[in-house]
């Protein structure tokens, strides 16, 4: 066999996925990332490490922009194949890449302008990676397939589609070659989901492969369980209107804002807590939820069941879409207890500021973080403690309970991961560990050796291996 596999992002760092698989003279791209730890983000710069014209498609696993984030970078430096992912993923991915190109957009200019005034010269050059017309141009490429379809990709080359359960749309690609009458299905895993969780279906499980190519996130880490996430949603909103305060969620706009509104339709159902207004202030969050709507078909049973007696997370009594930012603006003169949810997620930018500076100094209101807060962003000052913070441009003292959920995150923890793959009935010829910490990586591959004896392999960034 002939197959050629290259390592080009998301190996030993867990953003800026890229994989290329050449066979039978077709090359094919898994993922097209972008770059977003501060250390790698000089790699957004870099040409790509192939003619993009030569190659023949593109298959997103999904649309987190650390999987797609680079697509208006390849298609303006000359690819001109297809884009192959779900249908929920194409719709998805478009709405978070025009978003990406506002923030590179509005990056560049800022940077622009502080250069200038400081007279200096920054690492990066002062124009935007890709622009929202870069974006726009990217998206005729895209060819939604259905899960479970067989994609014929060339000469002895196909790909098929499956449920991931990570977030809405997301997939586990099968690519399989065939050569001189012997085949070999190499499977890349995107981002696993989890089992028995809000709104989306199980991750789906395969009893044979023969290369692995699987995500190690959480490889070193176990989860908080479900349960404990509804009792302290429901024990810091019901402190918090005792006390008459706000409770201000940042949030991320995929999966994570839909699993909150999820949870509080079934905490208001269940009568435990409150009918307080929630109220979702971020576009791009309203916007992905419109895709889930239109996707029910990809919802697990229980959800199901609450769409068909009209019992939807995403329109119960009390939950309220704020689109333009002075109704944001407004939510900050609401007498009594609200809820709001709004990005970024880590606080790094949008609308969560001003609700910060409205409530992190009131002793009555609370900060609740759900989701992983990354070295050197505002949320991670706060969720470590810090006394006062700086935000836009002002010193606050933080006065607000603050707290955190960890049990929410849409990734498969080292259990999680391990049993996902333990559903393979014989060793595959060989696995490899990408999108990790190399921390995260190294103790999942030491826990996957000892647990299955079989053959491990951590690749370095732009490591060329051939598969046999
Ligand atoms: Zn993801």
Not at 157 to 169: E, I, P, Q, T, Y
Not at 272 to 283: A, K, M, N, Q
Request: glycine residues 8%.
């Amino acid at each position: 066999m002939q197959i050629k596999l290259s390592f080009f992002g998301g190996a030993h760092n867990v953003t800026g996925s890229q994989y290329l698989l050449e066979a039978n003279n077709i090359r094919l791209l898994v993922d097209c990332g972008l770059y977003q730890e501060r250390e790698f983000q000089y790699r957004n710069w870099e040409p790509f490490l192939f003619p993009p014209h030569s190659l023949d498609a593109v298959l997103l696993t999904h649309a987190h922009v650390d999987h797609c984030g680079l697509i208006p970078k390849l298609v303006r430096e000359g690819f001109r194949g297809r884009i192959y992912c779900t249908t929920a993923t194409s719709e998805i991915a478009q709405i978070m890449l025009m978003d990406s190109a506002h923030l590179q957009e509005e990056d560049a200019e800022f940077k622009k302008r502080r250069h200038e005034r400081e007279k200096r010269r920054g690492l990066f050059p002062e124009i935007p990676l890709y622009t929202v017309d870069d974006a726009r141009a990217s998206f005729p490429f895209f060819s939604p397939v259905n899960y479970e379809e067989i994609v014929p990709l060339g000469e002895g080359v196909k790909a098929s589609f499956h449920d991931a359960g990570h977030v809405l749309g997301s997939s586990v690609i099968v690519v399989t070659v065939t050569q001189d009458g012997e085949s070999r299905t190499i499977l890349f895993s995107g981002d696993v989901g989890r089992v028995n969780r809000p709104i989306l279906r199980d991750p789906t499980v395969f009893s044979q492969v023969d290369y692995l190519v699987v995500e190690s996130t959480y490889g070193d880490r176990i989860h908080e369980a479900l349960e404990s996430v509804t009792d302290s949603l429901a024990e810091i909103i019901n402190s918090t209107w005792k006390k008459g305060g706000n409770i201000v969620v940042p949030t991320f706009a995929l999966q994570r804002s839909q699993v909150i509104l999820y949870h509080m339709n079934e905490l208001l159902m269940e009568n435990r807590i409150p009918h307080l207004l929630v109220f979702l202030d971020s576009p791009l969050a309203i916007s992905i939820t419109e895709v889930f709507k239109r996707h029910s078909e990809l919802f697990d049973r229980e959800m199901s069941r609450l769409m068909r007696y009209k019992k939807s997370p995403f329109d119960f009594p009390g939950l309220k879409m704020v689109q333009t930012v002075d109704e944001s603006k407004a939510l900050n003169h609401i007498k009594g207890t609200v809820m709001i949810l709004a990005g970024s997620g880590m606080c790094t930018g949008g609308r969560i500021k001003h609700h910060l500076v409205t409530n992190i100094s009131r002793r009555e209101s609370t900060i609740l973080f759900v989701g992983y807060q990354a070295i050197g962003t505002l949320g991670r000052q706060i969720v470590d403690g810090a006394k006062r913070v700086r935000i836009l441009g002002q010193y606050y003292p933080v006065r607000a309970r603050i707290a955190e959920t960890h049990g929410l995150s849409a990734h498969a923890d080292r259990n999680e991961l391990f049993q996902w793959i333990s559903n393979l009935k014989s060793a595959p010829r060989r696995v490899f560990l990408v999108h990790g910490e190399p921390e995260a990586i190294k103790q999942f591959g030491q826990f996957l050796r000892e647990n299955t004896g079989w053959e491990i392999t951590m690749p370095d960034y732009r490591a060329e291996i051939s598969l046999a």
